[in-house]
């Protein structure tokens, strides 16, 4: 089993619809990151988390410690956010970065 | 501010040569990290320097290598290509290590003939 799991590996989404990822992982961890990336490969960090949640823009990102689970929301979905969706953990013993495989968003207008 | 400079950003290299690829953090930033990225195995952690000293290291071969100068630019080096080599190699930079973010840099495409 992998110690970040991600949900769903696909999503379509019609512009303007409410957008959910989901990521579980099972090592303690020092915080958790969400990153974004586009095609042609450059990652985009969107949040750093180790407890709460945390807005920007149209993002919303929260983490719950004791069931260790994060969730990514995008409200009022775009074109533009297509994308791969990656959960990143720091693991807090050896402090490297394991990731989830990621989420491929496609929205359409 | 200047983002993180992975240079080349393509390159095409023939099996048992070497390659060596450059990140430049941001500044002020002293930890910086490699992975590789390929479509079977996805996203994986290489190896992080922080102070010119290697404190983390992947599951990768000996094959892979890497150090960090005296103003925190990193080099990554791989010798004795091989065809699985075929990867996006990312670098990331952070100021501290722990819970710090990272930024990284747009990548370079290894591809290994």
């Known amino acids: 089993k992998n110690e970040v799991e991600q949900s769903p590996q696909n999503l379509t989404a019609q512009e303007g619809e409410f957008i959910t990822i989901n990521c579980s992982y099972s090592v303690g961890i020092s915080a958790l990151h969400w990153l974004q990336q586009h095609p042609g490969g450059g990652i985009v960090s969107l949040f750093m988390?180790?407890?709460g949640k945390k807005k920007h823009g149209r993002l919303i990102a929260t983490i719950n410690i004791q069931e260790k689970h994060s969730s990514l929301h995008i409200t009022a979905s775009h074109p533009r956010d297509s994308a791969v969706y990656i959960c990143a953990v720091g693991r807090i013993s050896t402090d490297k970065l394991i990731f989830g495989t990621g989420t491929r968003l496609q929205v359409f207008p | 501010k200047a983002g993180v400079t992975q240079t080349p950003r393509y390159l095409i290299k023939t099996r048992g040569q070497q390659v060596t690829l450059s990140c430049s953090p941001i500044s002020g930033h002293r930890s910086v990290s490699w992975y590789q990225q390929t479509p079977g195995q996805g996203l994986q952690f290489l190896f992080e320097?922080?102070?010119?000293?290697?404190?983390n290291k992947g599951n990768f071969p000996g094959r892979f290598s890497g150090r960090q100068f005296s103003n925190s630019r990193s080099e990554m080096n791989v010798s004795t290509l091989e065809l699985g080599d075929s990867a996006l190699y990312l670098c990331?930079?952070?100021?501290?290590?722990?819970?710090?973010?990272?930024?990284f840099g747009s990548g370079t495409r290894l591809t290994v003939v």
């Open positions: 320097y922080f102070s010119e000293t290697q404190r």
């Open positions: 990331a930079s952070r100021s501290g290590t722990g819970a710090y973010g990272y930024t």
């Open positions: 988390l180790s407890s």
